[in-house]
């Protein structure tokens, strides 16, 4: 290796892991906004949280890879742009090209990477962090009774304090509804002056210490003719204990969402998309079979029939049917097509499913290729568009890698839609966004070769005042051709 191709390789990684980390915290902080609500509130250890974020940042590398590459790419060859060592470089008459295949290398070495780590990583992160995500989802909020507010999420009662004192233990104006035995038999009330709140140190249980009230219950079952007994009872000092386990956090097995496409490498995604394609011609015979037999179509002719038919001396169904008949034929044509759709809607709605299961099938297999694919065409727009802009430093180069990674998001989503959708091929539309930048890629190279003015302030401000003076021009020239009067 050359010392030119070892200086510029250095001159990249450097900016590269930076903005790398940089993008990954952004798409991570994006998550965690996204779940914050699901998040809060739940009373999670700090090792769950850590996990969480964890398996979500392997989830995000790809998608992080293609920015980091764009953006330290511009910062690279802007700074050497800006500090005119492009310029020397060309004066002893090394070549755009020549200068930058050694970052080529590097960003198609990062891309087969990209492709192994969503091949062998990113499905077992997609599996952990799916799965974690939804038992946070589901697990219920933390144990946290507020004052003036009835509390009904501890199974079977219902909770109420007038007040709650800064220790967030002793309570005041205490109500309580036991409804635990369901049925409205035997439902009980508790009311008491104040009281305190007791967890176990297994947080299992909370107590309630209660003091200076009464117990109100009711025995019997309500709605027959005799009445059920109230008894009362009022006391000093009671204890009432409440179960927590349905507050605690408790992990799923994994392997029900083993399944999904997107915790699938490449292997298991071709196994799986040809026992889903089996299985839809399997179906579909089967359907044609039950279809075939109710709804025959004759498809060739008797020998009886004529070989024109004879032309109909009719102009309405309503001739030919007579007007008693009328409204019975009516209502049996109706009944009978009636019955033909609503008999073939479910096998029309298992086939579209099972179709689409293999469209996002085929979608995520396609999806390993694309973004590591991306991260070597987000290089060929970023290295020549830095030598073009010569601007180092963080401020421009973001601004055009913001704007370009935006293109090549929103044709990414605008394609993996119609992909899933069946508007397009899954290879079209999984490749969209590398098809449409590839052009701005070459366009760009070819700019950069040729030492073109694209960003440069200067050209266009001198292309302006040549249409000015032009517009200046014709319009003196058009008055004065103009008759006088």
Same mark, same amino acid.
């Given at each position: 290796m050359k010392k030119l191709d070892k200086l510029i390789i250095r001159t990249f990684l450097g900016p590269f892991v930076a903005t790398f980390f940089v993008t990954l915290f952004v798409l991570v902080m994006q998550f965690l906004w996204k779940y914050v609500d699901d998040l809060v509130g739940k009373g999670l250890d700090t090792m769950v949280i850590v996990q969480l974020i964890a398996y979500t940042s392997a989830t995000l590398v790809t998608l992080a890879l293609p920015l980091a590459v764009l953006l330290s790419s511009i910062m690279t060859f802007g700074n050497l742009g800006e500090s005119f060592e492009l310029v020397a470089l060309k004066s002893a008459g090394i070549s755009l090209l020549r200068f930058i295949r050694p970052l080529m290398v590097v960003c198609s070495i990062i891309g087969v990477l990209a492709f192994l780590f969503a091949n062998y990583v990113i499905p077992v992160a997609n599996l952990q962090a799916k799965s974690l995500l939804y038992d946070i989802t589901y697990s219920k909020p933390a144990f946290n009774i507020k004052a003036g507010v009835f509390y009904r999420d501890i199974p079977g009662y219902t909770i109420k304090v007038a007040q709650k004192d800064k220790d967030n233990q002793t309570i005041h104006q205490v109500m309580i509804f036991d409804h635990s035995t369901g049925?409205?038999?035997?439902?009980? /009330?508790?009311?008491?002056?104040k009281?305190?709140?007791v967890l176990t140190a297994n947080k299992r249980f909370l107590y309630f210490i209660l003091e200076n009230g009464w117990r109100y219950e009711e025995k019997g079952n309500r709605g027959y003719s005799?009445?059920?007994?109230?008894?009362?009872?009022?006391?000093?000092?009671?204890?009432?204990?409440?179960d927590l386990s349905s507050f605690a956090f408790n992990r799923l097995n994994t392997d029900l969402f083993a399944s999904n496409q997107q915790m699938l490498n490449i292997k298991q995604l071709d196994f799986a998309i040809d026992s889903l394609q089996k299985s839809q011609v399997v179906f579909a015979k089967t359907v044609n079979a039950y279809v075939t037999v109710r709804f025959p179509f004759f498809r060739w002719k008797d020998s009886a029939w004529a070989a024109t038919a004879p032309p109909l001396k009719v102009k309405d169904f309503e001739e030919v049917v007579p007007e008693k008949s009328r409204r019975n034929v009516l209502d049996r044509a109706e009944q009978s097509v009636r019955e033909t759709l609503s008999s073939l809607e479910a096998p029309t709605r298992e086939y579209s499913d099972k179709h689409s299961v293999i469209l996002m099938h085929k979608v995520e297999w396609q999806r390993k290729f694309t973004l590591a694919a991306a991260c070597v065409v987000m290089f060929l727009i970023g290295a020549p568009l830095g030598? /073009? /802009?010569r601007k180092g430093g963080l401020g421009t180069p973001l601004v055009f890698a913001v704007i370009f990674f935006v293109i090549f998001n929103i044709f990414f989503m605008i394609g993996e839609k119609m992909a899933r959708s069946g508007v397009m091929f899954t290879w079209s539309g999984m490749w969209l966004s590398n098809i449409v930048l590839l052009p701005i890629a070459g366009f760009l190279i070819y700019k950069a070769m040729n030492d073109s003015n694209l960003f440069n302030k200067e050209f266009y401000f001198r292309i302006y005042q040549k249409v000015k003076k032009f517009l200046q021009k014709f319009k003196r020239n058009k008055f004065k051709t103009q008759p006088t009067i």
């Amino acid at each position: 290796m050359k010392k030119l191709d070892k200086l510029i390789i250095r001159t990249f990684l450097g900016p590269f892991v930076a903005t790398f980390f940089v993008t990954l915290f952004v798409l991570v902080m994006q998550f965690l906004w996204k779940y914050v609500d699901d998040l809060v509130g739940k009373g999670l250890d700090t090792m769950v949280i850590v996990q969480l974020i964890a398996y979500t940042s392997a989830t995000l590398v790809t998608l992080a890879l293609p920015l980091a590459v764009l953006l330290s790419s511009i910062m690279t060859f802007g700074n050497l742009g800006e500090s005119f060592e492009l310029v020397a470089l060309k004066s002893a008459g090394i070549s755009l090209l020549r200068f930058i295949r050694p970052l080529m290398v590097v960003c198609s070495i990062i891309g087969v990477l990209a492709f192994l780590f969503a091949n062998y990583v990113i499905p077992v992160a997609n599996l952990q962090a799916k799965s974690l995500l939804y038992d946070i989802t589901y697990s219920k909020p933390a144990f946290n009774i507020k004052a003036g507010v009835f509390y009904r999420d501890i199974p079977g009662y219902t909770i109420k304090v007038a007040q709650k004192d800064k220790d967030n233990q002793t309570i005041h104006q205490v109500m309580i509804f036991d409804h635990s035995t369901g049925g409205g038999s035997g439902d009980k /009330i508790i009311l008491a002056e104040k009281g305190q709140m007791v967890l176990t140190a297994n947080k299992r249980f909370l107590y309630f210490i209660l003091e200076n009230g009464w117990r109100y219950e009711e025995k019997g079952n309500r709605g027959y003719s005799v009445p059920g007994d109230m008894i009362r009872f009022s006391f000093k000092k009671y204890s009432k204990a409440f179960d927590l386990s349905s507050f605690a956090f408790n992990r799923l097995n994994t392997d029900l969402f083993a399944s999904n496409q997107q915790m699938l490498n490449i292997k298991q995604l071709d196994f799986a998309i040809d026992s889903l394609q089996k299985s839809q011609v399997v179906f579909a015979k089967t359907v044609n079979a039950y279809v075939t037999v109710r709804f025959p179509f004759f498809r060739w002719k008797d020998s009886a029939w004529a070989a024109t038919a004879p032309p109909l001396k009719v102009k309405d169904f309503e001739e030919v049917v007579p007007e008693k008949s009328r409204r019975n034929v009516l209502d049996r044509a109706e009944q009978s097509v009636r019955e033909t759709l609503s008999s073939l809607e479910a096998p029309t709605r298992e086939y579209s499913d099972k179709h689409s299961v293999i469209l996002m099938h085929k979608v995520e297999w396609q999806r390993k290729f694309t973004l590591a694919a991306a991260c070597v065409v987000m290089f060929l727009i970023g290295a020549p568009l830095g030598s /073009i /802009i010569r601007k180092g430093g963080l401020g421009t180069p973001l601004v055009f890698a913001v704007i370009f990674f935006v293109i090549f998001n929103i044709f990414f989503m605008i394609g993996e839609k119609m992909a899933r959708s069946g508007v397009m091929f899954t290879w079209s539309g999984m490749w969209l966004s590398n098809i449409v930048l590839l052009p701005i890629a070459g366009f760009l190279i070819y700019k950069a070769m040729n030492d073109s003015n694209l960003f440069n302030k200067e050209f266009y401000f001198r292309i302006y005042q040549k249409v000015k003076k032009f517009l200046q021009k014709f319009k003196r020239n058009k008055f004065k051709t103009q008759p006088t009067i």
